[in-house]
């Protein structure tokens, strides 16, 4: 697979994929789009929701492993328990891996052997990074995959819909509502109304939430109780 690591414009590093250059994060800023959308808008909803409680996390494409690490910070710093699940079919190599700037730009190179950890893990089982995060990365498609258990959120970072329109589908948000407890959440950095309707459709309750920098809106969908 071509992939190049350029820069975004909060100084945060992100990937360009195969021959499209399809993009992992915003190009307005990697690190300040994935605190935005994934830590402020989901993560920090969902244990405020619930204080004291561990949460289980579903995500959709590990890729720079960006994602992984703000909820391990988060997680450590609050004392809360995270059972991180992740998958991802075209995963970084270790150079790749290791050029990505995040915990420099974080201004924490003490996390830097936790993302390197988060990086090595084997696939395919649990990693034990610290008493309060567990990981567990699987080389699988979305289209294969079967949960194990039902989890409190998922963090959904497909590609776009123009680029992968059969992930948008109200057939996949129909599979993805399962994996879901009651009350659960899923949270998308877009807002498309076509992925509106198809969430609705496949029985999701909808609310559009302020978007990070340069976007209006994203959506967060419950399974209703
Ligand atoms: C938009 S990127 C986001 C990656 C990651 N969350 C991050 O912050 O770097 C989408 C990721 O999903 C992966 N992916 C694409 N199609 C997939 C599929 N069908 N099943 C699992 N992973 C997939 C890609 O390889 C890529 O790493």
Known sequence: MLRKIILTEDGSHTVLAGE??????????ALQESAHVYIHSAFDFVTAA???KGVKIFEMGFGTGL???LTYKKATENNIHVDYTTIETEPLTGPEARSLNYCQKLDRPDL???FDELHDATWETH????PFFTLRKLKVAL?????SQLV?????DAFSPAAQPELWSKEM????????????????????????RAMKAAGFKIKKVPGPLYKRDIIRATRPI
């Open 173 to 196: 948000f129909g599979k993805l509502i399962s994996f879901l407890e009651p009350g659960g959440i899923l949270i998308t950095y877009c807002s498309k109304g076509d992925v509106k």
């Open 143 to 147: 289209e294969d995959y079967q949960p």
């Open 20 to 29: 499209k250059k399809l993009a992992f994060h915003s190009k307005h800023g």
């Open 67 to 69: 994602n992984s690490l």
């Open 127 to 130: 990693a034990v990074i610290n």
């Open 152 to 156: 409190d959120l998922i963090y959904y």
């Open 112 to 114: 830097q052997p936790v």
């Open 50 to 52: 619930h204080p004291g």
